[in-house]
């Protein structure tokens, strides 16, 4: 049939225009983002690529960018947000705000940072022998799906002012929002080190974790990090679609199924490694090594701005006193699964993996029958 009279129907935008820009595509329940290919990106100048996770939802993808060593990105502009991870390497970022303010800040592994929306902005590697890996967590399918307009996205001159927080939000400062446990808020627009940011206790999710949720830029962007101890792990929960979850530090490995199933998938966490539970997917987190381990979630619907009412119903922000459904065991209508509820043979798997590592469980008080076997 003629192209021009073929109906168009059932399109995705943000796909199309991936397919147009000649950018490699990266599609996994898992991806080792070391290991991904990235190929030139013009609109860039750098090598980049798109990484799709399966199950992440309609609104977020990753965008994978590799600059050479002494290169930097072309200046640019755009109507999403992005949250940005660095793996590997060291350089800086200059962004530009209305009335020619400018802020530049200076990263190395294990940092994150957010762009705010439609700031311009440019990085650069900082080494002239090395290239620099990074990973931006981004709204673009949601933002393309929506006015399927490139110019629109790329070429808008409007300034956000509001976006822009404070100077010592860009030189590793920020404010600490005491919420509640689980939902404590960490304004700022870039963490120099995720490793060393103070974490606040979240009892709730058990086995001594702790975590923090970031504002970043005043964004719709989510990302969180979440600490467990030595010896210790995390209760089981599911939640809506789209957390782009990464190792930090640590070694330790997540348990992933849906309920009824037989087995568990098992995912040894690795710098550089990002999975994704997806919608309603039970999922829990485990600490093997002898350090505390970290770990970053990046998504599409902050605790500030949660977007859908899955978000809020998992942050317990329908109404005010409402409780996550996160931190609510799924018998009283929650998302979690308490230790006493878990399936007996998660605790004896991880236990099998701390005697090899020769690593003490701390999970005595929560598994007093195994402690006495
Ligand atoms: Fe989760």
Not at 116 to 123: D, E, Q, S, Y
Not at 159 to 172: A, I, P, V
Not at 198 to 218: C, H, K, T, Y
Not at 313 to 319: A, H, K, Q, V
Request: net charge negative; aromatic share 10%.
């Amino acid at each position: 049939m003629d192209e021009q009279i073929m109906p168009r129907y059932g399109i995705d935008p943000y796909l199309e225009w991936v397919k147009k820009e000649g950018l490699p595509v990266v599609e996994d329940y898992g991806i080792d983002l070391f290991d991904v290919a990235t190929a030139p990106w013009p609109r860039y100048g750098v090598k980049a690529a798109a990484c799709h996770l399966r199950g992440r939802g309609d609104f977020a993808n990753m965008f994978l960018f590799e600059l050479p060593p002494g290169g930097s990105t072309t200046p640019q502009r755009h109507l999403y947000e992005e949250v940005i991870y660095v793996l590997e390497g060291t350089g800086s970022t200059q962004l530009e705000f209305a009335d020619g303010v400018r802020r530049s800040f200076e990263w190395g592994p294990r940092s994150m940072f957010a762009i705010p929306l439609n700031a311009k902005h440019r990085h650069f590697n900082g080494s002239g022998r090395n290239r620099a890996l990074m990973v931006a967590t981004t709204d673009l399918p949601l933002v393309m799906n929506v006015f399927h307009n490139e110019r629109f996205i790329f070429d808008t001159n409007f300034e956000f002012s509001e976006r822009t927080g404070k100077d010592d939000y860009y030189s590793g400062e920020g404010d600490l929002i005491l919420v509640r446990p689980g939902n404590h808020m960490w304004e700022t627009n870039f963490v120099p080190d995720l490793e060393q940011l103070e974490l606040q206790p979240w009892a709730d999710r058990g086995g001594g974790s702790s975590n923090i949720m970031f504002v970043l830029a005043d964004g719709i962007m989510h990302a969180h990090i979440s600490e467990m101890p030595v010896g210790t792990y995390k209760k089981g929960h599911r939640h809506g679609p789209g957390a782009h979850v990464m190792c930090v530090v640590g070694q330790g490995y997540s348990l992933l199924w849906f309920e009824g199933d037989k087995d568990f998938l098992r995912i040894a966490w690795k710098h550089g490694v990002v999975f994704p539970p997806a919608d309603r997917q039970l999922h829990q987190h485990f600490n093997t090594s002898n350090r505390p381990a970290r770990y970053l979630a990046t998504g599409v619907g902050s605790l500030r701005y949660p977007l859908t009412a899955v978000k809020r119903r998992s942050s317990g922000t329908t109404s005010p006193g409402a409780k996550s459904a996160v931190s609510l065991s799924i018998k009283q209508g929650g998302d979690q699964t308490e230790y006493e509820d878990q399936d007996p043979r998660i605790h004896p798997m991880w236990l099998a993996e701390l005697r090899q590592n020769k690593v003490e469980s701390k999970m005595e008080k929560d598994f007093p029958a195994v402690a006495r076997a």
